[in-house]
């Protein structure tokens, strides 16, 4: 069923058009500062690109966890569109269909939501169950509210509940936790920040003692004892960055639950 409609896995983000050339040109920079300030040569950037391809896929990470945070956001408001529907007398098929022009309206026919909605549509005129629709949908979205509610409106379909208080009730839980993450993010901006600046500080350091004092750390550069040491203090550097994002990780984590 998903190669015959097409559907997105969200697993695995897709770069659109000229964002794959940005990212690389980020990742290839971060590289070339590392390569720069610790060797001060071109050659560096050989076997530091392990460094730059490990920053394309943190950047790829983030991105993705960030079109997952959207979907599930834009999926709350769609639900509570259905939800309207089903008050009105709609079937839970036709719900999902018919709500389709008001998150066209609220995000754009190009949105998320609106693509998985066409298919869907596309869905259900080849006869596939709703309820199977929705499960393949929360499989490739990698979202736990949206597994949840599958589970939760497979159930009701099958026992016959009202399914207009079950979609309102998910899309009330759906909304907490979205505004969760946002007061999260919020509460730790100021800790991201602090953490970005502490990253970028050693360069800082270098470059002003580098273009204050020129030639003081040349001892550092193009001998052995010198690559060696430099060779350290990038491993160190990189080390601190690594426990710092494990840092942050465990903070988000932890005021998620």
């Known amino acids: 069923m998903r190669k015959s409609l097409g559907q997105q896995d969200y697993h695995k983000y897709c770069f659109g058009k000229g964002e794959l050339f940005k990212t690389i040109l980020l990742s290839a920079g971060a590289t070339g500062v590392l390569a720069f300030f610790f060797y001060r040569s071109l ?74 909605l066409k298919l869907m549509k596309r869905g259900l005129c080849l006869n596939i169950p709703l309820e199977e629709l929705l499960e393949d949908f929360a499989v490739r979205s990698g979202c736990e509210e949206v597994k949840q509610f599958a589970q939760v409106f497979g159930l009701a379909k099958r026992n016959g509940g009202n399914m207009s208080q079950v979609i309102r009730s998910a899309a009330s839980l759906i909304g907490k936790r979205v505004e969760l993450r946002q007061e999260m993010r919020v509460l730790l901006g100021g800790r991201r920040m602090e953490l970005n600046i502490m990253r970028g500080m050693p360069f800082g350091i270098l470059l002003y003692v580098g273009l204050g004092n020129p030639g003081y750390f040349d001892p550092l550069y193009y001998n052995l004892q010198g690559v060696a040491v430099m060779s350290g203090c990038l491993l160190a550097y990189l080390l601190a960055c690594f426990l710092g994002e494990k840092v942050m990780g465990r903070m988000e984590a932890e005021m998620a639950v």
Do not use: H
């Open 43 to 116: 050659w560096a950037v050989l076997p530091l690109s392990g460094v730059g391809v490990l920053c394309f896929c943190s950047l790829r990470r983030k991105k993705q966890q960030r079109l997952q945070e959207e979907l599930v956001a834009q999926f709350r408001e769609s639900i509570l569109a259905v939800a309207t529907s089903l008050q009105a007398g709609y079937s839970a098929e036709n719900a999902f269909v018919d709500c389709y022009q008001d998150m066209a309206l609220l995000y754009g026919e190009g949105s998320l939501i609106c693509v998985e």
